[in-house]
């Protein structure tokens, strides 16, 4: 790579309907992001014409489009998508592979889900006029059923999501620990798990006390998480993969875990792994998936972006939901979809659509050059929150007002990392050394 590689990286593409393409705010990003050579988002709903059956559960809505919203993606000049994320199960596996082939047959490059483990944790390739670059897609929030299986010689994989496993253990003093065990002794929280590890139907190799599906050890009162190991080693052996084959690696990070109730502070496994990842090799870590900003930290000179919010979040208006969506607000088969939204939202008084930071971001960009980044720069955007429900949620730059108080509020929750953003005009600036 003899050439400045420019990136432009977003968080969640929560699309559910079409852009207008004659929107002047609209326009003015593309403009940015075509500036770019690469284009990145996260891509956060499943494509089908409403043909699949849902889940029994969701990631929170059943998220879902027709396949035509790809073309206003491409048409804003996205190049590079990650699809691992809460919802890629939401319409079971039917969807998911509605979702792949739809974007096959738009030749996107994509990564995180597959037909099969393998798939759904290779890394992809987009070729840029100035060098190559790879993505690993990875979800930390899914349900077990959701993960990709790996293929056998006599039986075929499963489709699913490249996972990110983790642990969470909390820390107990003796005596609440003698407390917990009196309880196991008198009651049956733990009968059936400790039959079936008798029987061979589960392997028990937590190393600490497990009360249910908790897990406990004696220590300063506290709870830690801890990444999957043998999730990291194959991730790992991805990025090394990658590392060969291109000149940039990415690692796209969908995670809702969090620090305690703090929303906009990631759980400990996630720095874990981000910093491991830029270990092995990674040049950033593109994070999303709390659907508000997190802080950022340079580790080792390259950029950990714990979460960028959201880039497009048309969370209100999907088109259809499943009977379970209504029965979680005791409608039924009379009711729409915008009276399920009202309920869920108290007409637009709690919840997501509720909260001004869901629809306030950054769009990050920076060079790459002889594998060095020597800098940041952070655009503020806001995605209308003052708007009526059909209006929100389509991105434009922040005036300048907004986008101070945007980067004020993003400096704050990087400074626990030691991150320093200079902001001039309204934009953001993050230096980085190159020693």
């Given at each position: 790579?003899?050439?400045?590689?420019?990136?432009?990286?977003?968080?969640?593409?929560?699309?559910?309907?079409?852009?207008?393409?004659?929107?002047?705010?609209?326009?003015?990003?593309?403009?940015?992001?075509?500036?770019?050579?690469?284009?990145?988002?996260?891509?956060?709903?499943?494509?089908?014409?409403?043909?699949?059956?849902?889940?029994?559960?969701?990631?929170?809505?059943?998220?879902?489009?027709?396949?035509?919203?790809?073309?206003?993606?491409?048409?804003?000049?996205?190049?590079?998508?990650?699809?691992?994320?809460?919802?890629?199960?939401?319409?079971?596996?039917?969807?998911?592979?509605?979702?792949?082939?739809?974007?096959?047959?738009?030749?996107?490059v994509f990564a995180g889900i597959g037909r099969n483990l393998a798939e759904a944790g290779q890394p992809k390739y987009l070729e840029t006029k100035n060098g190559?670059?790879?993505?690993?897609?990875?979800?930390?929030?899914?349900?077990?059923?959701?993960?990709?299986?790996?293929?056998?010689?006599?039986?075929?994989?499963?489709?699913?999501?490249?996972?990110?496993?983790?642990?969470?253990?909390?820390?107990?003093?003796?005596?609440?620990?003698?407390?917990?065990?009196?309880?196991?002794?008198?009651?049956?929280?733990?009968?059936?798990?400790?039959?079936?590890?008798?029987?061979?139907?589960?392997?028990?190799?937590?190393?600490?006390?497990?009360?249910?599906?908790?897990?406990?050890?004696?220590?300063?009162?506290?709870?830690?998480?801890?990444?999957?190991?043998?999730?990291?080693?194959?991730?790992?052996?991805?990025?090394?993969?990658?590392?060969?084959?291109?000149?940039?690696?990415?690692?796209?990070?969908?995670?809702?875990?969090?620090?305690?109730?703090?929303?906009?502070?990631?759980?400990?496994?996630?720095?874990?792994?981000?910093?491991?990842?830029?270990d092995e090799g990674a040049h950033a870590i593109i994070g999303h998936g709390p659907h508000i900003l997190r802080g950022i930290e340079i580790y080792r000179n390259?950029?950990?972006?714990?979460?960028?919010?959201?880039?497009?979040?048309?969370?209100?208006?999907?088109?259809?939901?499943?009977?379970?969506?209504?029965?979680?607000?005791?409608?039924?088969?009379?009711?729409?979809?915008?009276?399920?939204?009202?309920?869920?939202?108290?007409?637009?008084?709690?919840?997501?659509?509720?909260?001004?930071?869901?629809?306030?971001?950054?769009?990050?960009?920076?060079?790459?050059?002889?594998?060095?980044?020597?800098?940041?720069?952070?655009?503020?955007?806001?995605?209308?929150?003052?708007?009526?429900?059909?209006?929100?949620?389509?991105?434009?730059?922040?005036?300048?007002?907004?986008?101070?108080?945007?980067?004020?509020?993003?400096?704050?929750?990087?400074?626990?990392?030691?991150?320093?953003?200079?902001?001039?005009?309204?934009?953001?600036?993050?230096?980085?050394?190159?020693?």
């Amino acid at each position: 790579m003899s050439e400045p590689i420019k990136v432009a990286v977003t968080g969640d593409s929560f699309i559910t309907q079409r852009l207008p393409r004659d929107e002047e705010n609209l326009n003015n990003i593309k403009e940015f992001l075509l500036d770019c050579h690469v284009r990145f988002t996260n891509f956060e709903v499943v494509l089908h014409n409403f043909d699949q059956a849902p889940s029994a559960t969701s990631g929170g809505t059943w998220a879902a489009a027709r396949p035509n919203v790809l073309k206003d993606l491409k048409w804003l000049g996205f190049n590079l998508l990650a699809c691992a994320n809460n919802h890629s199960l939401d319409w079971l596996h039917g969807g998911l592979l509605s979702t792949i082939q739809a974007l096959e047959k738009d030749d996107w490059v994509f990564a995180g889900i597959g037909r099969n483990l393998a798939e759904a944790g290779q890394p992809k390739y987009l070729e840029t006029k100035n060098g190559r670059v790879a993505l690993i897609s990875v979800t930390s929030s899914f349900d077990q059923w959701h993960k990709a299986g790996e293929q056998r010689p006599d039986v075929p994989g499963r489709p699913g999501v490249n996972p990110l496993g983790h642990k969470q253990v909390h820390r107990i003093s003796s005596e609440t620990m003698q407390n917990l065990k009196q309880i196991d002794a008198s009651t049956d929280v733990n009968a059936a798990r400790n039959l079936n590890v008798s029987e061979g139907f589960w392997k028990d190799h937590s190393g600490s006390y497990q009360f249910g599906n908790l897990l406990f050890e004696e220590g300063e009162p506290g709870t830690e998480t801890f990444m999957d190991q043998e999730d990291a080693k194959r991730i790992a052996k991805a990025i090394k993969e990658a590392a060969r084959q291109a000149d940039i690696v990415f690692v796209s990070l969908h995670a809702h875990e969090m620090k305690g109730t703090n929303k906009d502070k990631p759980a400990g496994f996630l720095k874990e792994f981000s910093r491991f990842c830029i270990d092995e090799g990674a040049h950033a870590i593109i994070g999303h998936g709390p659907h508000i900003l997190r802080g950022i930290e340079i580790y080792r000179n390259r950029p950990i972006f714990y979460s960028l919010g959201d880039f497009i979040f048309q969370n209100d208006t999907v088109e259809k939901q499943p009977a379970e969506f209504y029965q979680l607000y005791d409608l039924d088969s009379r009711h729409t979809t915008a009276d399920g939204m009202d309920a869920r939202s108290k007409k637009g008084t709690r919840g997501l659509a509720a909260n001004r930071k869901v629809f306030e971001s950054v769009i990050a960009s920076f060079s790459i050059e002889e594998d060095l980044i020597t800098g940041i720069e952070l655009l503020p955007i806001t995605l209308g929150f003052e708007k009526s429900r059909a209006g929100k949620g389509r991105p434009s730059f922040a005036n300048e007002v907004d986008g101070e108080r945007i980067l004020n509020e993003l400096a704050e929750l990087s400074s626990e990392f030691g991150t320093t953003i200079q902001i001039e005009s309204g934009k953001g600036y993050i230096a980085i050394a190159s020693g």
